[in-house]
C-alpha cells in the first residue's frame, strides 16, 4: 500500500501540482483527530534532523535507505541498514523529521538510477562512473560534490531550477506522500520539512525548516534551494510567502553553529551593519529554535569563552580547528559567534541596544543522521553516514566531509535528541511547542528536564501538584519572566533516563549584562547526588561524582549518582535592574562512549587520547528576565 501511494504521487506530479496536491489530501483523509490536555503533561522525544537517500551527500555515501525506512526505523521497526546490518531502536520515537537537502534534492540517486548515454555533462558524467566504481569511488564522488558545493562549482545541471524544477516537484511530492502515511496523531507524528544548507564558502549557517501543516498544504511549494546566497533573508521570504499564501506556519531551526567560524550569531547584520531592530525581530520570529548539540559535535560553550566552567567545551574536540569543510581554520575571535551560551548573552546586548532580542530561542538535539536511522545511543550508534556504519576502522580512521582532512571518526559524537512538552503527539501541538521555546535537548539520553521561573515559589510547592502550579504562577523553559518583587525562583526537576544512567548534578547558567554594559556568565550547581553525605561545595563548586565506568565490557553502575534531582532555587546575586537569562544544564554519570562500545566489540587497542567515556547532558531552553517587561 505505502509504496504504491508513493509511486502515484510521482506520476501525477508528473503532470500538475494540482493532482499532487490532490492525490496527498486524499492520503491524509480519515487521520483522527486527538485531545489536547490543559498543559503540558507529558514529554514527547524525536529528531528534527533525519537524513535518507533522497539527500545527495547520503546517497553518496552509501545511504540506500529511502523514507519510508526511515519513518520505520524511527517508530520502532527493525530495518536493515545501507550495509546490510540489522537495526532496531531499543525504543520508539514519537516524532521525525526527515530534513533531507533542499540543494540537490534526490539529485544524486536519479543521477545514479539515469541511463549513462543520457547524461552529457562531464562533472557529472564523471560523478557518475564514480558512483558506479562501488563504495570507494562514491565516498569520492560525494566529498567532491560537498567541496564542490562550497566553492560554488556545482554544475549547472544540478543548480539551475528550471531545469531541475519537474524532477525536484516529482519527488517531493512522493516524500510528502510517505511522511502523510505514516503521520497517526497521537501515536506517531511525521513531519513534512528539509534542510536549507547555507554555506558562506565553509562555513555551516545551515537550516531546517519544518511545517506545521499537512501536506496539501505543504506541496503548494517546492523546498528552497540555498544556490547562490550567503544569507538566511530569502529564506525568511521563503516563509513568509509561504504563508500569506497558504495559511499555513513554518519555522527554521539553525543548526552546527560550531562551525560557522562566528557566522551564525553575529552581533551585526549580514552587512556587517548594526543589527536594526526590525532585524532581530524577523530572524527571532522565524527561528524560535536552535540545534545545540548533534552528530558533528556540541555547541553549548567552548572553554575560550568559559574557562571558569569545568564542564564547557564538551563535544568541540576535532570541531573548533574550521568551519565544516575546514576551507578557513577557526580563530580565537571567531569563537564567540559559533557558540550558543555566547549568542544568548549577545542577544541581551542587541536588546540593550535595539530593544530586540535576535537570539532569545530555545534548544533541542538532534541527530542528523545521513543513514536514515534516528539513533543517538552509545550502544547503537551507526554513524554520521553509512560509509562509517558499525565496522572495526570507523573510530580511528579521517571522516571528513571534503576532500580537506582535519578530524577522525571518533570526533564524531553519538547526539541528540529533542525533548518537547506538548499537549499532544500531533504536528499542531510539537509545533506549537517550539514556537513557544518549551523544548530542550539532550546528547541522545532521554532523561525528563523542566524548570519554571517565578516570583513566589518555595521549596513546599515541590510536595504539591508542582507542574500546575508552575503554569498557574510562574513561566515554563522559553518563556520571559515580567519585574516582580523579590527575587526569581526556580522550580527544577530532572529524572533520569528510565533505562539509563543516574544524574550527577543539575546546574543553574545564568548570563546578564552588568551596569557596565558587559555580557557575563556564572554557572551555578543547585542540586547533586550525595548518597553519602560527603559531596559538599567547596569554592562555588561540587566535588565529582566518581566513576563506575569498566571499559573491559563496556559498563557502568548506578551506585552512584541519583535518579533524580530536584530544588526550588533562587537566585542570590539577582539584581533587578540588569537584563538577565537562565538555562538548566543536567549531567549524568559518567558513562561509555560508542568509541568504548566499538573497541570491545572489534577488539580494538586505541591511541591513550581518544575518550572512551563521558558525561552526558541535557539542556534546557533558556527562561529570560526584562526588567522593562
Not at 430 to 439: I, S
Not at 534 to 553: E, F, H, N, Q
Amino acid at each position: 500500500m505505502r509504496k504504491a501511494i508513493a509511486l502515484t504521487v510521482v506520476l501525477l506530479g508528473s503532470t500538475a501540482l494540482l493532482s499532487g496536491c490532490d492525490k496527498v489530501k486524499q492520503v491524509v483523509t480519515g487521520k483522527t483527530e486527538i485531545a489536547n490536555t490543559a498543559y503540558p503533561e507529558k514529554v514527547y522525544w524525536g529528531d528534527t534532523h533525519l537524513h535518507t537517500s533522497n539527500s545527495p551527500d547520503a546517497f553518496g555515501f552509501g545511504t540506500r535507505l529511502d523514507p519510508v525506512q526511515a519513518l520505520r526505523f524511527a517508530r520502532g521497526e527493525e530495518v536493515t541498514s545501507s550495509t546490510g546490518q540489522k537495526a532496531k531502536l531499543a525504543r520508539p520515537l514519537d516524532f521525525l523529521v526527515i530534513s533531507d537537502h533542499s540543494d540537490g534534492f534526490a539529485t544524486i540517486k536519479d543521477l545514479y538510477e539515469a541511463p549513462r548515454a543520457m547524461i552529457t555533462e562531464p562533472m557529472l558524467l564523471r560523478w557518475y562512473d564514480m558512483l558506479h566504481e562501488g563504495p570507494e569511488g562514491s565516498m569520492r564522488a560525494t566529498a567532491e560534490l560537498i567541496d564542490a558545493k562550497a566553492n560554488n562549482r556545482l554544475p549547472a545541471a544540478i543548480t539551475n531550477p528550471a531545469g531541475a524544477e519537474q524532477r525536484l516537484r516529482n519527488n517531493w511530492l512522493a516524500h510528502i506522500a510517505a511522511v502523510e502515511d505514516y503521520n497517526e496523531p497521537g501515536k506517531f507524528t511525521a513531519f513534512i520539512g528539509f534542510e536549507y544548507t547555507l554555506m558562506d564558502e565553509g562555513r555551516n549557517l545551515h537550516r531546517n525548516v519544518i511545517f506545521r501543516d499537512s501536506g496539501n498544504r505543504a506541496a503548494t511549494v517546492l523546498p528552497l534551494a540555498s544556490f547562490g546566497t550567503t544569507v538566511p533573508d530569502g529564506l525568511w521570504d521563503y516563509m513568509d510567502s509561504y504563508q500569506a499564501k497558504t495559511g499555513g506556519k513554518v519555522l527554521a531551526i539553525p543548526h552546527n553553529s560550531n562551525m560557522s567560524n562566528g557566522r551564525m550569531f553575529m552581533m551585526t547584520d549580514p552587512s556587517g551593519g548594526p543589527m536594526s531592530a526590525e532585524y532581530a525581530r524577523r530572524r527571532a520570529a522565524h527561528e524560535p529554535i536552535v540545534e545545540i548539540t548533534q552528530i558533528k559535535g556540541d555547541s553549548e560553550a567552548h572553554p575560550f569563552m568559559s574557562p571558569n566552567d569545568e564542564f564547557a567545551g564538551y563535544g568541540t574536540a576535532g570541531w573548533e580547528i574550521g568551519d565544516l569543510m575546514m576551507v578557513e581554520k577557526t580563530t580565537p575571535e571567531m569563537q564567540p559567534g559559533s557558540y550558543v551560551r555566547e549568542a544568548l548573552k549577545r542577544g541581551l546586548l542587541i536588546e540593550q541596544r535595539t530593544g530586540a532580542n535576535p537570539y532569545q530561542f530555545g534548544v533541542i538535539g538532534s541527530t542528523d543522521s545521513h543513514t536514515s536511522l534516528a539513533t543517538a545511543d552509545e550502544d547503537n550508534y551507526f554513524g554520521k553516514h553509512s560509509g562509517v556504519e558499525p565496522n572495526p576502522k570507523r573510530a580511528t580512521e579521517a571522516q571528513n566531509l571534503g576532500t580537506r582532512e582535519g578530524r577522525f571518526g571518533w570526533n564524531y559524537l553519538a547526539s541528540g535528541y529533542a525533548g518537547v512538552w506538548a499537549t499532544s503527539n500531533s504536528r499542531e501541538a510539537l509545533f506549537d511547542a517550539m514556537m513557544r521555546k518549551e523544548v530542550f535537548g539532550t546528547t541522545g539520553p532521554r532523561m525528563t528536564l523542566r524548570v519554571f521561573g517565578g516570583w513566589d515559589f518555595k521549596a513546599e510547592d515541590m510536595k504539591g501538584d508542582w507542574v500546575k502550579a508552575g503554569y498557574a504562577r510562574g513561566v515554563p523553559m522559553g518563556g520571559t519572566l515580567k519585574s516582580g518583587k523579590g527575587m526569581p525562583s526556580f522550580i527544577i526537576s530532572a529524572l533520569k533516563d528510565p533505562i539509563g544512567a543516574n544524574l550527577d548534578r543539575v546546574q543553574v547558567v545564568k548570563g546578564w549584562v552588568d551596569k557596565n554594559g558587559q555580557a557575563q556568565e556564572k554557572v551555578f550547581d543547585v542540586v547533586w547526588s550525595d548518597m553519602d553525605g560527603k559531596r559538599k561545595l567547596a569554592g562555588g563548586k561540587v566535588p565529582s561524582v566518581g566513576d563506575t565506568v569498566d571499559l573491559a565490557k563496556p559498563s557502568y553502575q548506578n551506585s552512584i549518582g541519583a535518579p533524580d534531582l530536584a530544588t526550588v532555587w533562587s537566585d542570590p546575586e539577582f539584581d533587578p535592574s540588569v537584563r538577565a537569562f537562565y538555562y538548566i544544564r543536567v549531567l549524568e554519570i559518567p558513562t561509555p562512549s560508542w568509541v568504548a562500545f566499538d573497541a570491545v566489540r572489534y577488539k580494538l587497542t586505541l591511541d591513550p587520547k581518544i575518550p572512551l567515556k563521558q558525561q552526558e547532558r541535557g539542556y534546557t531552553s533558556a527562561i529570560w528576565y526584562n526588567p522593562a517587561g
